[in-house]
């Protein structure tokens, strides 16, 4: 065990050296070694949708991984690291509510885009599909959601297993969809009796005015709703650093960004590249740490195998091997153990010092995401007063068309009177005339 100790420690100070001379390369101010090869190398980190969903496709893609709190029964699981990040963390909200639960997701895009029967989207990374939450009959919550359909009742039927819809957990997966602060979800579509299932849930447990607006707006009717009554279809709206090579359709919330100017997508392109090159530097380092880790194990576990039988086919002469091998320590070895000693040490000390950067990095993230709540604040404020001003304005052009008609009907009926006073008048001249010419008749 010792030996795979060093082992892993050696392989964690090489780990280490490396990240920290990346980092070094891409702090503020140094001096790019490799120009272009650097920037492609940076572009190739991060996500790239383009194109619209249902007729784009979808560059550097990241794979939607399963853990405690979420599982994949889909090989289709490739979207944008937003798409990705907001299942991720919207799965882990629901499960830090309710223990022990567990969001199945099906359907993203392919790892490349492009069109993915049987949908007429998912085709560049922003769309996915995720099953409802249920309650078994026991009454108690199934951990891994399963894609049933549910009736208007809220019941649901696998062969001869009865379910119910969960309308806690489901609430709660909507809340974090539209409360997210990485991604901006455009909608969520779902069959009407379940949408009215939750809406009237959401008003039952008195939830913010704000949160069921949003929950309203992103859930409302569309094409193909009916046809939602065993999942989400979840859909975010392009990034800032994807556009304008990303394309979105309305509906258009009051939260959408809109057309951003060009240095604003440059600024957010490369902040987005920054932070997917240094997640996927990240995972790919847990993994050879883990893979090496797992090939150390496996290695130690057969050689105490083979000691173990060794030991039991041939005690004694185990025994004295292992005395012999004892005796043979030179002055080279302890010397050699004195330096693992040291390099143990220094992989402390370099842990530490990595572990103060990461709380360092997490305050700069905490407080970034507080400015941009703010901003989204004061933009949802400047929206809300917009639509007033424009909502007076239609009611104040909507009393003067009121009144304009009733002047215009007060004049018709003057109009009318008039010629009704006009016909009388006529009437009395034809009959004073024939009067007139009867009395000439007889006059004559």
């Not at 907001?86 to 799965?91: D, S």
């Not at 119910?164 to 409360?179: K, Y």
């Not at 920054?274 to 530097?281: D, P, V």
């Amino acid at each position: 065990m010792r030996r795979l100790l060093g082992l892993c420690i050696a392989l964690a100070v090489t780990v280490s050296s490396t990240a920290q001379a990346q980092e070094a390369r891409e702090a503020p101010g140094a001096e790019p070694g490799g120009g272009a090869s650097d920037v492609a190398a940076l572009a190739a980190a991060d996500s790239l949708s383009t194109g619209h969903a249902d007729g784009g496709r979808l560059e550097h893609a990241f794979a939607l991984r399963p853990g405690d709190a979420l599982a994949t029964v889909s090989r289709k699981r490739y979207g944008t690291r937003e798409l990705v990040g907001l299942l991720g963390r919207a799965a882990s909200a629901v499960a830090r509510a309710f223990p022990g639960s567990r969001l199945a997701v099906g359907d993203l895009s392919s790892e490349t885009g492009g069109p993915l029967a049987p949908h007429e989207s998912h085709q560049s990374g922003r769309d996915a599909d995720v099953a409802f939450y249920l309650i078994g009959a026991d009454g108690q919550a199934v951990p891994q959601a399963l894609f049933q359909r549910v009736d208007a009742e809220g019941r649901a039927r696998r062969r001869d297993r009865r379910f119910t819809f969960d309308d806690a957990r489901n609430w709660a997966l909507l809340v974090a969809f539209v409360d997210d602060p990485m991604a901006e979800v455009q909608y969520v579509i779902l069959a009407p009796h379940i949408r009215e299932r939750l809406l009237e849930y959401g008003r039952r447990i008195e939830a913010p005015e704000d949160q069921l607006r949003r929950v309203e707006l992103v859930t409302r009717r569309m094409r193909g709703s009916d046809g939602h009554d065993d999942h989400f279809h979840v859909r975010i709206y392009c990034s800032i650093g994807d556009r304008p090579q990303c394309l979105d359709r309305p509906p258009l919330h009051p939260w959408y960004y809109g057309t951003p100017s060009p240095d604003a997508v440059a600024a957010a392109r490369v902040a987005d590249l920054q932070r997917a090159q240094r997640l996927r530097r990240d995972q790919e380092q847990a993994r050879r740490a883990e893979l090496a880790l797992a090939r150390g194990v496996a290695r130690e576990e057969a050689r105490e195998q083979v000691r173990a039988r060794a030991l039991m086919a041939e005690p004694s002469r185990q025994e004295h091997a292992e005395a012999r091998r004892a005796a043979r320590l030179t002055r080279d070895e302890r010397r050699a153990l004195t330096e693992l000693r040291r390099l143990e040490e220094e992989a402390a000390r370099l842990l530490v010092r990595s572990r103060v950067a990461e709380l360092g990095r997490d305050s700069e993230a905490r407080a970034e995401e507080r400015r941009w709540r703010a901003n989204e604040r004061r933009r949802s404020v400047r929206l809300r007063e917009e639509q007033r001003r424009i909502e007076a304005e239609e009611r104040r052009r909507a009393a003067r068309l009121r009144r304009q008609g009733r002047e215009a009907a007060r004049l018709q009926r003057r109009a009318e009177a008039q010629q009704a006073a006009d016909r009388r008048r006529a009437q009395r001249l034809m009959r004073r005339s024939e009067e007139l010419a009867r009395q000439r008749a007889r006059m004559q």
